[in-house]
């Protein structure tokens, strides 16, 4: 199979600086005769929308930092997102209120369809379809990305004239529920257009299309089931679409049935994938991994680099640095040990937290491959020897160790990886594990028993994890009350073990990939963090005899007499978030810039088309109105 490296092409225009949905001046997209001729042509110009996926940079940063926000990981400082009094209403282009990318694919679909209708484009007719399809894959998928920042947006399937009434009817926002079905529909569309098998290595497949279809219709499922009644779902008067869309009605009939109706899509979708695709037999080796991934394999769709092309510098910062960023003592907790048990139970035969070292013996081999642990090393004059490793604590910045718990995911120990700007190892973008287990949570709450491929799916997880592949021992063992994990409980109570316990192993399966926030607000658990506390290694007990006394002074790590555990938010007396974080129910959604309600003002009316997400300014700049009622 020929190898495709996924790069940032511009072409006719479409790689253009930020707009917003007004502001965009018209779009050169250069001599359209020239272009939209062969199916090469297609190719090139599809090649562009390949950037809107996650990557790891040139230099530093890149899918491993997108968990700090999150309780999975921490950066170097608080998160503006889970406290109040920072996070502000921000300018356009510092916003994700864009549409640029979204102009661009619109354009795409339009001529392409136009020329295929007219007769005029030379090719393959295979390979026609599958590059529009990838066009309506792209589109779907920027519109799941504005989805999850803003719910209710815009639908848009056209270029726009640069006409102001035209654009400002056009700025309405859709309800978020019909923005997901515009979604399923244009997947459905990509899904009948796009080959089983990708046309070359490193291109969307069937299979992707399949896939986020599902990783959509659960994510709306689960928001409007857990966010039933609030202002952030249609159909009440809370809701702030409620004056534009007064004779609002689910599409299936009901806000039970809408949600049905998407958990029945989600499971659809994430049976066919995982009904045909095995799962890897090594976890960690897919995310190294300097080989092409096979048409079957459980990487469906992955980033490839190349020296002197494209190529990024994650083994450079994570092999030797702290990569500033950690992982949490709360995420490394609720992996499981090899025998089933929970770090807590009887018999688990968990060996303390006195060291790393000593945390990841007899894990679940996700953690015990994903973070830096130390291990024996062999040799004549040092046999059986335990190294221990040192975190980068006095490390700062872009190197530092913010928890102690660093990450080994992604490095590879591979001649020349280590350089900074060669890392050419793939970056996983869709994988068949996702389908797995999309399939077990829409299942679960779609008929609230483990029926249908449930037990198939969550075996073959555990078995490939390492892990004693009876899921009912595991439930039966958990006590929710020692798991620290903010998806315990919904509206204050806790939920039933056995849902708690598939969320636990979508949280282990996907560490360090940047699926955790969106977990968390759909299922509302960010409810739950409240005057919530990061922690990283119990530093304070065994681990600081490691280092000089002078290296752990305050304001490096947070000091003894506050917890034997690194507390990131406490390593300074004066933090912004000292006394831990306290989400603030607003930030579930993104604000809309200001200046969009200038621009969308509608001339029979004299008001904006637009209205703002709960609890956010439409008038100036500021932060959320913290009493907003949400509930």
């Given at each position: 199979?020929?190898?495709?490296?996924?790069?940032?092409?511009?072409?006719?225009?479409?790689?253009?600086?930020?707009?917003?949905?007004?502001?965009?001046?018209?779009?050169?997209?250069?001599?359209?005769?020239?272009?939209?001729?062969?199916?090469?042509?297609?190719?090139?110009?599809?090649?562009?929308?390949?950037?809107?996926f996650p990557k790891m940079n040139a230099l530093y940063g890149g899918l491993y930092l997108d968990d700090n926000t999150s309780d999975n990981q921490i950066g170097t400082g608080a998160n503006e997102l889970?406290?109040?009094?920072?996070?502000?209403?921000?300018?356009?282009?510092?916003?994700?209120?864009?549409?640029?990318?979204?102009?661009?694919?619109?354009?795409?679909?339009?001529?392409?369809?136009?020329?295929?209708?007219?007769?005029?484009?030379?090719?393959?007719?295979?390979?026609?379809?599958?590059?529009?399809?990838?066009?309506?894959?792209?589109?779907?998928?920027?519109?799941?990305?504005?989805?999850?920042?803003?719910?209710?947006?815009?639908?848009?399937?056209?270029?726009?004239?640069?006409?102001?009434?035209?654009?400002?009817?056009?700025?309405?926002?859709?309800?978020?529920?019909?923005?997901?079905?515009?979604?399923?529909?244009?997947?459905?569309?990509?899904?009948?257009?796009?080959?089983?098998?990708?046309?070359?290595?490193?291109?969307?497949?069937?299979?992707?299309?399949?896939?986020?279809?599902?990783?959509?219709?659960?994510?709306?499922?689960?928001?409007?089931?857990?966010?039933?009644?609030?202002?952030?779902?249609?159909?009440?008067?809370?809701?702030?679409?409620?004056?534009?869309?007064?004779?609002?009605?689910?599409?299936?009939?009901?806000?039970?049935?809408?949600?049905?109706?998407?958990?029945?899509?989600?499971?659809?979708?994430?049976?066919?994938?995982?009904?045909?695709?095995?799962?890897?037999?090594?976890?960690?080796?897919?995310?190294?991994?300097?080989?092409?991934?096979?048409?079957?394999?459980?990487?469906?769709?992955?980033?490839?680099?190349?020296?002197?092309?494209?190529?990024?510098?994650?083994?450079?910062?994570?092999?030797?640095?702290?990569?500033?960023?950690?992982?949490?003592?709360?995420?490394?907790?609720?992996?499981?040990?090899?025998?089933?048990?929970?770090?807590?139970?009887?018999?688990?035969?968990?060996?303390?937290?006195?060291?790393?070292?000593?945390?990841?013996?007899?894990?679940?081999?996700?953690?015990?491959?994903?973070?830096?642990?130390?291990?024996?090393?062999?040799?004549?004059?040092?046999?059986?020897?335990?190294?221990?490793?040192?975190?980068?604590?006095?490390?700062?910045?872009?190197?530092?160790?913010?928890?102690?718990?660093?990450?080994?995911?992604?490095?590879?120990?591979?001649?020349?990886?280590?350089?900074?700007?060669?890392?050419?190892?793939?970056?996983?973008?869709?994988?068949?594990?996702?389908?797995?287990?999309?399939?077990?949570?829409?299942?679960?709450?779609?008929?609230?028993?483990?029926?249908?491929?449930?037990?198939?799916?969550?075996?073959?997880?555990?078995?490939?994890?390492?892990?004693?592949?009876?899921?009912?021992?595991?439930?039966?063992?958990?006590?929710?009350?020692?798991?620290?994990?903010?998806?315990?409980?919904?509206?204050?109570?806790?939920?039933?073990?056995?849902?708690?316990?598939?969320?636990?192993?979508?949280?282990?399966?996907?560490?360090?990939?940047?699926?955790?926030?969106?977990?968390?607000?759909?299922?509302?658990?960010?409810?739950?963090?409240?005057?919530?506390?990061?922690?990283?290694?119990?530093?304070?007990?065994?681990?600081?005899?490691?280092?000089?006394?002078?290296?752990?002074?305050?304001?490096?790590?947070?000091?003894?007499?506050?917890?034997?555990?690194?507390?990131?938010?406490?390593?300074?007396?004066?933090?912004?978030?000292?006394?831990?974080?306290?989400?603030?129910?607003?930030?579930?959604?993104?604000?809309?810039?200001?200046?969009?309600?200038?621009?969308?003002?509608?001339?029979?009316?004299?008001?904006?088309?637009?209205?703002?997400?709960?609890?956010?300014?439409?008038?100036?700049?500021?932060?959320?109105?913290?009493?907003?009622?949400?509930?």
């Amino acid at each position: 199979m020929k190898k495709y490296w996924i790069i940032g092409l511009a072409f006719l225009g479409t790689g253009i600086t930020s707009c917003s949905f007004l502001e965009c001046e018209p779009q050169d997209f250069g001599d359209e005769t020239a272009y939209f001729k062969k199916a090469d042509d297609l190719k090139m110009s599809a090649n562009s929308f390949y950037e809107l996926f996650p990557k790891m940079n040139a230099l530093y940063g890149g899918l491993y930092l997108d968990d700090n926000t999150s309780d999975n990981q921490i950066g170097t400082g608080a998160n503006e997102l889970f406290y109040s009094g920072t996070k502000k209403t921000v300018k356009q282009e510092n916003s994700e209120w864009k549409f640029e990318s979204l102009r661009g694919i619109n354009f795409f679909i339009n001529k392409t369809e136009e020329q295929i209708k007219a007769g005029t484009i030379v090719g393959t007719e295979e390979y026609i379809n599958h590059y529009l399809g990838e066009g309506y894959f792209f589109r779907a998928y920027d519109y799941y990305r504005l989805l999850t920042n803003y719910g209710d947006v815009p639908i848009l399937t056209k270029m726009m004239e640069n006409n102001q009434e035209e654009l400002t009817f056009y700025s309405q926002r859709a309800p978020r529920n019909e923005v997901v079905r515009f979604i399923l529909k244009d997947l459905d569309t990509a899904v009948e257009l796009m080959m089983d098998k990708a046309p070359e290595s490193g291109r969307l497949c069937k299979d992707a299309a399949l896939l986020m279809k599902a990783r959509v219709a659960l994510y709306e499922a689960t928001w409007e089931k857990y966010h039933a009644g609030t202002c952030f779902v249609p159909g009440n008067a809370k809701w702030p679409g409620a004056a534009t869309y007064p004779d609002f009605e689910f599409k299936a009939g009901s806000a039970q049935k809408e949600i049905e109706f998407f958990l029945d899509e989600a499971i659809a979708a994430a049976d066919v994938v995982a009904s045909h695709r095995n799962l890897d037999k090594d976890y960690i080796t897919m995310f190294n991994s300097l080989d092409i991934f096979g048409d079957n394999d459980e990487v469906i769709l992955a980033r490839y680099y190349a020296i002197n092309t494209i190529s990024h510098s994650c083994s450079n910062y994570l092999g030797r640095t702290g990569g500033g960023t950690g992982l949490t003592r709360a995420c490394v907790n609720s992996f499981l040990m090899k025998n089933g048990l929970p770090i807590y139970a009887n018999e688990s035969k968990y060996q303390g937290d006195n060291t790393v070292y000593a945390e990841i013996q007899n894990r679940d081999v996700r953690i015990a491959t994903s973070l830096k642990g130390g291990g024996f090393i062999h040799g004549e004059s040092i046999k059986d020897t335990i190294h221990y490793v040192k975190p980068h604590l006095t490390q700062s910045g872009n190197e530092a160790s913010t928890t102690g718990y660093e990450i080994q995911k992604f490095v590879s120990d591979k001649d020349g990886q280590d350089a900074q700007g060669k890392g050419t190892t793939a970056t996983p973008v869709f994988r068949a594990a996702e389908a797995y287990l999309i399939y077990l949570e829409a299942y679960y709450e779609r008929h609230r028993q483990l029926g249908g491929n449930c037990d198939t799916y969550w075996r073959a997880l555990r078995k490939r994890a390492g892990v004693d592949e009876d899921y009912n021992k595991t439930i039966a063992a958990t006590d929710l009350s020692q798991e620290n994990d903010l998806a315990t409980k919904w509206k204050g109570i806790d939920i039933d073990k056995t849902l708690y316990n598939i969320r636990r192993e979508r949280r282990c399966e996907f560490i360090v990939e940047g699926m955790r926030l969106n977990d968390l607000k759909r299922w509302r658990a960010l409810d739950n963090m409240v005057e919530y506390q990061v922690e990283g290694i119990n530093l304070w007990t065994e681990m600081y005899k490691m280092y000089n006394a002078d290296d752990l002074k305050e304001g490096t790590v947070s000091q003894a007499g506050i917890s034997n555990y690194i507390r990131p938010l406490q390593k300074n007396a004066t933090g912004i978030a000292y006394n831990g974080y306290n989400f603030p129910k607003p930030h579930y959604l993104e604000p809309i810039p200001i200046s969009e309600f200038l621009l969308t003002i509608d001339k029979t009316t004299n008001k904006s088309t637009l209205y703002q997400n709960p609890g956010w300014p439409s008038d100036a700049d500021g932060t959320a109105n913290y009493s907003y009622d949400c509930d």
